[in-house]
């Protein structure tokens, strides 16, 4: 174990047309840190149902918690207020303030031409085309993981993106945000504009959408530096 392993906890949450498996790549480093890790199941069926199952997993877990969320989920980490939690980390992600909904951030600026046209079911629920995964999600990933996001893809509701945000706990917790560089989702801009506004620790990198795929160690990292900073306060 490295020398300056860290004890506490560390919940990951997916965002939109994922699951914990997204994560993969990430969570065998941090718990190599001496971390406990777990990627939080959300039902992604709107913003409350979301932040309400995100506060059960943290409910299991015993002492302080950093809680990283991508994309939609920085949505999610933001509402699921608990004491235990000391820090939240944005990988991505997406940071409406008290009032606002995840679809007025997301939607601030014209969509990057790669970005998808995404409409709701008939049953509310928005699914990504297969190719634009390619296209706009994670155009650095291999086919084999393209595939695979594909295949495991869990549809949004539209209430998630309509549905207007309470208090932020980034407005009282540290922060720190990733910034994705070569994002054809979120736009850089909106991810520079959302991480000034909540006065995140900053770190910009030139990745796509998905950093957890082709740059795990970029998001470990910029974990495992809240953790050291906050876990032990």
Known sequence: MNPRAQTGNVILVHGAWADGSCWSNVILSLRDQGLSVIAAPIPLTSLTDDAAALRRVIERATGPVVLAGH???????????????????????????????????FYRTAPHPEAPHLEPDTHGFIWMPEKSFARAVAHRASPDQLAIMAAVQRPIAVQCIQEKAPVPAWKTKPTWYLIAEEDRMILPETQWFMADRMGATIRSHAVDHTPMYKAPDLVVDMILTAARETLSK
């Open 71 to 105: 994309a939609y989920a920085g949505a999610v980490i933001a509402a699921a207020h608990d004491e235990r939690v000391k820090s939240l980390v944005y990988i991505a992600a997406l940071a409406p303030d008290e009032g606002e909904t995840v679809a007025e951030v």
